[in-house]
Structures are given as C-alpha cells and as structure tokens.
C-alpha cells in the first residue's frame, strides 16, 4: 500500500520544469503520447528520482458498446510496465460509436463523451472494466468526465452509478473535482451530493484543474487557473477522506513555473483545510472510511460478487443510442428525441474546435503551410467529414480533400502541401484494400497521372 502524495501531469512543454519543481512526488502522462521502447529523457530523469509516473489512457472508450479493444489495452499495459508504474487510469466515457455493431459508419469523437446513467450502459461499462482488469498487469482506476451534455432518462445519480461499478467490479475510482464542478454548471449536478454517495474507500487519486465559462456553459479546458469552486470541491473531499494523492492537470497555455508552483500550493492548502474541518467536527476521519485512502499496488478490491456481464441486447441498445448521438454531434444528423438542442450544438462546435487544434498539434505544418487559412478551413471540412480514424488519418485526409478539391490554389502553398502529403501518405495495410485503393487513386490524381 502506498500514497502518491501531490503531482502534476507532466506534458513535455513542461517537463523541463516539473523536473525542478520542489515537493513533486509524482506525475501522470498521457498513456497515449509515450512509446515505452523510447521514454523521454525526462521521464526517465524522474523515475530515477524516485518520481512515480503513471500512464493515463484517453483512447480505450470503456463506457462504449463494444468490448474493449486487445491491441489498446496491450499498448495500455506496456506502458504500465516500461514506467514501473503502480496502477494506471482511464475515463467512464465513450470515443467512439457505429461500426459492426449498430450497422452504421464508424465515427470518432476525438473526446471523451459521457455514458447514459443507465442500467443497460452500467452493465455494459462493468463488463468492459473486468476485461480491461484482466488484460492489465496492475490496477486500473477510472476517471468521472467533464460533460457539456446530459443524456434524457437517467436511471442514477453519478454518485450512484460510480457507487455501483465500484461495488460490482472492484474498480478503483480517479475522482475528477473540476468534473464535477463543470457538471454542477452545465447540468446542476450538486458536487456535495455526489461526493457523500461515493465509496470514498475506492479513491485512487484526485485530479483538479481548470477552466471557464462562457454564456452559462462550463468549458473544462485545463487551459486556466484553477477556480476557487474547484478548491472548495476538493475541501469538501478532504474533509471527507484523506485522498492518496492530489494531481494538477495542465494541458495548454502553459505559464510560468512560478505560477504552477503557486496552484499546487493552493491545492496543498485546500486538502489541509479539509482536513482541519474534519478534525474540527469530529476529531478523526470519517467513520467507516479507515484511517485514509491508499492506493495499492495489488489487486483491486473486491467487489459484491455481481456479475459483471452486459445483459442480452444491453451492447446494441447502447451501441445505438451512441452511435445516434455522436452522428448528430459529427455528421449533423438528427438530433435524438430528449436531448437539448441548442446544447448539442455547443458540444459540436467544441468538438470540431478541439479536433482543429489536436489536428495543428500532431500536424504542425499544416498551420503553418495555410497560415491563417488554416482553422477556417479545417472547420468547413470536418463540418462534411466525420472522423473516422485518429487525428494522424484526419490530418491526411484533410491535405488530400484540399488538394483534390482545390481548397488551395496553385502557388507555394499548394506545392508545399502537395510534397507534405505525399511524403506522409504511405502504403496502408492490405487488409484495408478499398483504402488502399482510394489512397492511390488519390496520388494519382495528387500527381497529374
């Protein structure tokens, strides 16, 4: 058994300076963005140190209809052992809808999207985290999600969904205080409330960071400074619960050391005023919850005994109601009956935003090439085109659909983004014969033959 202890999400703009920050017991990174047979020098530096570094997934989909895919949870778990990490961590969301399942496209939202609070998507969620469990050499924990959206006819609180899956499949908890401030915007979800049905037992790690609001919507951007609500949710927990470890999510618009420094101090501060509280009321911890939280680097802990399997047609419905949702969100179709449309359309114009600026980051000179043309462009084609792949594919797609429709004229630009796609656009699997078809009916066209 262990503590964490306070941390930061370490992204490689920053590592320079995580690594001189004093009073840094560990971090967490991007699962996605490491290559365990090329750690950075920086992770490396850390772990020798000392430093625990753990792996946090953004791309398993463990609240979606299908099970979870082998090839992510075996990249998922190399990852857990390069780092020599004690646990790793995911989020109750789904990524992604359609496919075989519901007979309809595959669709990509390049974002965390949240699960209906519903028996069938509850059932479907504890048999995705048993085989994810399974695949995993440690112990996995799970993150509550920021949401702009609700689903119409939950069945539970959040509080009582995270209870149960808890509960069923001994999963531990990552509970997200900012989430739960932005669902208490956007969906007048009361933090408190959600925090006194939890099972505080289950608690691996706390994540706080920031974000704004804008026109009554919370944006949870980790973008900004973490706001006092935010602190205060994390007081209440303390005071509920000494949480094994505390995190401060930073993932753009990086400031100064010095200004890091100081919101980790003010997280410090909040977990010792919960605590103070606590002792104030009732001179220990909260009954019933031990002496504190830990997390373990052994097995989860069990669970009721439950079965964690997905009951007959619980997959499709939920399959479904996703693929029906994310298609409006993406495709612009239909907006399914209960939901706020007016809402739906925030979220979409917030994905299609984000998946611009993921698509700049991994393709920078994209940005670069088109120059200011760059983000209305790319807002026109995703508004036509779902994606379908990962953001690298996006990225090609989106040079090839400007070069083949002419969205560029000729000059240096074209010529600039013509020798960028063609240098990129390798030969795809022969498992994939219409793509590849495409792709080179594409280059022929790409090359004047």
């Given at each position: ?42 992770l ?87 085989i ?58 009361n ?32 973008a ?20 094994p ?8 618009d ?101 998946r ?10 994209l ?11 790319f ?65 022929r ?5």
């Open positions: 058994m262990r503590r964490l202890g306070t941390g930061i999400g370490w992204r490689p703009e920053i590592a320079d300076a995580v690594e001189r920050m004093p009073g840094i017991d560990w971090v967490e990174t991007v699962a996605e963005n490491v290559c365990p047979g090329h750690l950075p020098e920086s490396r530096r850390l772990r020798a140190r000392g430093v625990t570094v753990v792996p946090h997934g953004v791309s398993l989909g463990l609240g979606g209809a299908d099970r979870p895919d082998e090839g992510r949870l075996a990249a998922l778990a190399e990852r857990a052992e390069a780092l020599g990490s004690p646990l790793v961590t995911e989020h109750i969301a789904f990524v992604r809808a359609g496919g075989a399942l519901t007979a309809s496209p595959l669709l990509e939202a390049g974002h965390l999207l949240p699960v209906p609070r519903t028996r069938d998507a509850l059932d479907v969620l504890c048999e995705n985290v048993r994810a469990q399974q695949a995993l050499p440690v112990p996995l924990a799970v993150e509550n999600i920021a949401a702009l959206i609700a689903w119409p006819g939950d069945e539970m609180t959040e509080g009582q969904f995270l209870y149960e899956l808890a509960d069923r499949t001994g999963v531990r908890l990552l509970i997200d205080v900012a989430n739960l401030h932005t669902n208490h915007v956007n969906r007048g979800e933090p408190a409330e959600a925090l006194a049905e939890l099972p505080l037992e289950a608690i691996a790690y706390v994540h706080v960071a920031g974000g704004f609001e804008r026109d009554g919507v919370w944006h949870d951007s980790h900004h400074p973490v706001p006092e609500p935010v602190l205060d949710i994390l007081t209440d927990l303390a005071s509920r619960v000494l949480p470890g505390v995190l401060l999510e930073r993932d753009d990086f400031p100064e050391p010095a200004v890091l420094e100081a919101e980790l101090t003010a997280i410090r501060g909040a977990v010792e005023k919960g605590r103070a509280e606590a002792t104030a009321t009732i001179g220990a911890i909260r009954p019933g919850s031990g002496t504190e939280a830990t997390a373990t680097t052994g097995a989860a802990r069990p669970g009721s005994g439950t079965e964690a399997t997905a009951g007959p047609g619980a997959r499709q419905r939920v399959g479904l109601a996703q693929a029906a949702l994310l298609s409006a969100l993406v495709a612009g179709t239909p907006v399914p009956e209960g939901f706020d449309r007016m809402r739906l359309d925030v979220q979409a114009r917030a994905l299609a935003g984000k611009a600026d993921v698509v700049g980051k991994v393709a920078p000179e940005p670069v090439i088109l120059g200011e043309r760059y983000r209305a462009a807002l026109t084609y995703a508004h036509g085109h779902p994606m379908t792949g990962g953001y690298r594919r996006d990225a090609l797609d989106f040079a090839a659909h400007l070069l083949l429709t002419g969205g560029v004229e000729a000059g240096p630009a074209r010529r600039e983004l013509r020798s960028w796609w063609l240098e990129r656009s390798g030969p795809a699997p022969r498992s994939r014969r219409p793509a590849v078809r495409m792709a080179r009916a594409a280059r066209v790409l090359l004047g033959r």
